[in-house]
């Protein structure tokens, strides 16, 4: 599985994107992610999370498996729900996994 990275100036988000039989509209993971220390509280994960969705396809099913607790309201406020498993991560008691869906460009 080939990671890439979302950089800007606030910080960082690696994340897989495929499409496959399974995902024909396209799966994106999230694989982890960084917001630099002075830029927290400001909202700059969900813009970076936005100039992400921004790259693929409306209609790409987003995983994210969230080790950071503090993160589930701002993921759910986006329209994430929770799930049993994502794939790659799985099941896992350390994180909450969570599931959306890109629906429009912001």
């Known amino acids: 599985m080939i990671t890439e990275r979302l950089e800007t100036s606030s910080g960082w988000i690696d994340y897989h994107y495929e499409i496959s039989e399974k995902y024909p509209n396209g799966l994106l ?4 992610g960084y917001v630099n ?3 927290r509280g400001k909202g700059r994960y969900t813009e970076m999370l936005y100039a992400l969705f921004n790259l693929f396809p409306i209609g790409s099913i987003v995983q994210a498996a969230v ?8 993921f759910e406020r986006l329209g994430f729900k929770r799930v049993k498993r ?6 896992s008691d350390f994180t909450v996994q969570m599931e959306g869906k890109i629906i429009e460009k912001k």
């Not at 080790?67 to 701002?74: E, I, N, T």
């Not at 994502?86 to 099941?91: D, F």
């Open 29 to 32: 993971l999230l694989m982890g």
């Open 37 to 39: 220390k002075t830029e």
């Open 67 to 74: 080790a950071h607790r503090g993160l589930v309201p701002m």
């Open 86 to 91: 994502v794939e790659y991560w799985g099941e």
